[in-house]
Nanobody, 127 residues
Framework: VQLVESGGGLVQPGGSLRLSCAVS????????LTWARQVPGKGLEWVSG???????YYANTAKGRFTIIRDNAKNMMYLQMNNLKPEDTAVYYC??????????????????????WGQGTQVTVSS
C-alpha cells in the first residue's frame, strides 16, 4: 500500500492550496479516506474524511474553508484549502482505511499505526 501526498508549500494568510494524495496497492473505491495534520510536539489531528459514497465530514477547524474530494477513476484524493490561517501550518497526511473500525479510530484518535498513511506534505501559512 502506498499513499503519496503532494501540493504543500508556503502560502500567505488568506491564500489557498490544493493537496493531492495518490493511492496505490489497495482497493480505493468504497474505502473511506481521511486527511489529518500534525504540528511538532503534538499528535495527529483529524481534519476531514470522505466515505466511498462521497459523504464528507470535517473538523470544526476545517468547515467552510476546506473541501475534500475523491476521484475513484484516478485513485486520487484532494484537499482544497481556502482562506488559510497561520494555525493551519502543519504536516498534512492522507490516509485510507480498509475497515470501518480503522476509519473510526483514524477519525477519533488518529495514529499512523492504524490504517495506511502517506509520508506527509508540509503546509506553511505565513506572511
Amino acid at each position: 500500500v502506498q499513499l503519496v501526498e503532494s501540493g504543500g508549500g508556503l502560502v500567505q494568510p488568506g491564500g489557498s492550496l490544493r493537496l493531492s494524495c495518490a493511492v496505490s496497492g489497495v482497493t480505493f473505491s468504497g474505502n473511506p479516506l481521511t486527511w489529518a495534520r500534525q504540528v511538532p510536539g503534538k499528535g495527529l489531528e483529524w481534519v476531514s474524511g470522505i466515505y466511498g459514497s462521497g459523504q464528507t465530514y470535517y473538523a470544526n477547524t476545517a468547515k467552510g474553508r476546506f473541501t475534500i474530494i475523491r476521484d475513484n477513476a484516478k485513485n486520487m484524493m484532494y484537499l482544497q484549502m481556502n482562506n488559510l490561517k497561520p494555525e493551519d501550518t502543519a504536516v498534512y497526511y492522507c490516509g485510507i482505511a480498509t475497515t470501518l473500525t480503522d476509519y473510526s479510530r483514524m477519525v477519533n484518535n488518529p495514529n499512523r499505526s492504524v490504517g495506511h498513511w502517506g509520508q506527509g506534505t508540509q503546509v506553511t501559512v505565513s506572511s
